[in-house]
């Protein structure tokens, strides 16, 4: 029997199925997708035509290690989209027993389980060392949980000392970047991933990167095969990892903006528990209920019917978004 299919954000064809179409659109936060995505997006035509040229990527892995501070002996891979070496990492050890820091993005979970190796979730860093392969989301997604780098990298110390590993997802990692362990790199043991969707709001752009153990991203890089990203990723992501100014300035507007979708959340008596700048957690009693309101409104929150008193709200984005999600809330309220 074929596993069931994991519960992700952006689903909109599904929304669209169980709710309608709005006549307004989708306004989806279900994502913690970056709502002021990054725009310097032309490119030269030829990029499409051509296939990319090693300089072109070499460029872009200068571009990544600036932008993360990566030491330049740090072993670095591109891949079209961190989710892809979330899928390759399980097949590149021999079946282990794997702690995954949870409740987190279940994907890590998955692809571990399925390649065969023994899986299981972890409240803790501790707890997890039992483990031969330990993955930690910092921050993790979607509570917000920040692990200090300190921590994370004296426990990849520990488990390369009898052959283990450490994976530290840091997609979100943008945000909260004194917690990133790129910049303790090489580091034994430790393999980072970084994406470009959620931060610089490029999602469909499939972007992402590997770094450290260089055995472990050696392997993803071969894994991966020549080509494996697209000249226009190339590109684009280059510019974007090399535009220090609009992320100094995002992580400003970030800020801004989770504040004000704090006190919108809070005068509509929501209880925020945990996220990040780039999205919320709400703890609720009625929150299956608070998401099928918001749903039947055309506006799509992150349910997790596993915890459901939790609902996951992205930001709004612009002042008609942050008044529209305002008016859905006060709606509900003048039901209850």
Known sequence: MADAPLHHGGRL??????????????????????????????IQTDLIRRLPHDGDLGGLLLAARSAYGLDPATTVAAAP??????????????PSTVAVLGPTYEEHA???????????????????????????????????????????????????QRGGLLIADEAFADVAPDFSTAPLLPLPGLVILRSLGKFFGLAGLRLGFAAGEPEIVSAIRERLGPWAVSGPAIAIGHRALSDRRWQEDMRQTLGVARRQLDLLLAGNNLT????????????????????E??????????????HS???????????????????ALNGLCAET
């Open 309 to 327: 008193r939790w609902l996951r709200i992205g930001l709004p984005g612009s002042d008609g978004n942050q008044a529209r999600l305002a008016e």
């Open 13 to 42: 064809d599904q929304a669209s199925a169980a709710f309608g179409e709005p006549p307004e659109g989708w306004l989806d936060l279900s994502t913690g997708i970056n709502p002021f995505a990054y725009d310097a997006l032309t």
């Open 293 to 306: 309101h918001l749903a039947r409104n055309g506006i799509l929150t992150r349910y997790f019917p596993s």
């Open 81 to 94: 989209g961190t989710q892809a070496i979330i899928q390759i990492l399980p097949h590149l050890r021999e």
């Open 272 to 291: 925020v528990i945990g996220g990040t700048d780039l999205f919320r957690l709400v703890e609720a009693d009625n929150a299956g209920r608070i998401y």
């Open 110 to 160: 998955a692809c571990w389980r399925h390649a065969g190796h023994s899986v299981s979730e972890a409240d803790s860093l501790p707890d997890a060392l039992a483990a031969d392969v330990v993955v930690a989301v910092n921050p993790n997604n979607p509570d917000g949980r920040l692990i200090p780098a300190s921590a994370l990298a004296e426990a990849a110390g520990e488990l390369f």
